[in-house]
């Protein structure tokens, strides 16, 4: 995934801002009130799939001030949907493994912005790990097969 800095952030804000003023139309509401297993939602697991790979992405250039900030905005989007996962005891545990998974991806990246620690650079073998890891997480809580996952790489 090639991009510029600006457009990436960008095209964040907008992704953030889109997913957080969906609204709920009448059929899926009939579908909610239906007691059903929790799946973290598809247009999440892109939202933040896309977070994921435009962080990996800048990394792997080196550009780890803007692969922070991009990390931040991810954080700040996480714990701002978080009070729509930690409802019941099914979805606090989705949220807290996603969380988990997404703070070992983030945080040794995120070592340069103010009040996350101190700056120091990042293992590329650790980073690139937990990315793996992050991302294989929010798949499986979205049910998303590998094929599936596959496929959404492969259109990058």
């Not at 933040?48 to 250039?61: K, P, S, V």
Request: proline share 6%.
């Amino acid at each position: 995934m090639k991009c510029r800095k600006g457009l990436t952030v960008c095209l964040l804000f907008a992704i953030s801002a889109s997913a957080s003023a969906q609204t709920t139309l009448p059929s899926a509401k009939r579908a909610e009130e239906q007691p059903k297993a929790f799946q973290f939602p598809f247009l999440e697991y892109l939202q933040y799939r896309f977070f994921a790979n435009a962080i990996f992405d800048r990394f792997q250039q080196g550009d780890i001030a803007t692969a922070a900030r991009v990390a931040h905005i991810m954080e700040i989007s996480w714990d701002r949907d978080s009070d729509r996962f930690t409802v019941t005891d099914q979805t606090k545990g989705i949220w807290k493994r996603l969380d988990a998974a997404q703070d070992e991806f983030i945080q040794p990246i995120m070592g340069g912005v103010p009040g996350h620690g101190t700056p120091r650079p990042p293992d590329p073998l650790r980073v690139e790990s937990a990315y793996r890891q992050y991302l294989s997480t929010l798949a499986r809580e979205a049910s998303i097969s590998d094929a599936q996952a596959a496929k959404l790489s492969n259109e990058q």
